[in-house]
């Protein structure tokens, strides 16, 4: 076994999952409801970064579907950002002998 050439693959690949990271805080989705009345943006970490709303939706009557819309989309938006986070995660660990169901970072 040589313990150096694992310890110098592990730093490598604690470095790439550092920039990995970084990248994923950059990346941005963006969920939707009400056919695009509702749109949320959030980065691939799933942190909301803006809202938008028509302004045909900001009526006292329309409070309870609002709220529904807003939900909806945050859903949507966490949805893609988790697909992209993985996608990134899968291919920066092609290669890897991880055990089944074993998700980087730890």
Request: charged share 25%.
């Amino acid at each position: 076994m040589d313990i150096m050439g694992m310890m110098k693959k592990a730093q490598a690949v604690q470095a790439k999952l550092q920039e990995a990271q970084e990248e994923l805080g950059r990346l941005e989705v963006e969920g939707q409801a009400g056919g695009g009345m509702v749109s949320l943006t959030l980065n691939a970490k799933g942190e909301l970064r803006g809202v938008r709303i028509d302004a045909s939706l900001l009526t006292p009557a329309d409070k309870e579907m609002l709220e529904d819309l807003i939900v909806a989309a945050f859903a949507d938006g966490k949805a893609k950002a988790d697909r992209a986070a993985a996608e990134k995660m899968q291919s920066l660990t092609a290669g890897l002998p991880l055990p089944p169901g074993m998700k980087l970072p730890f």
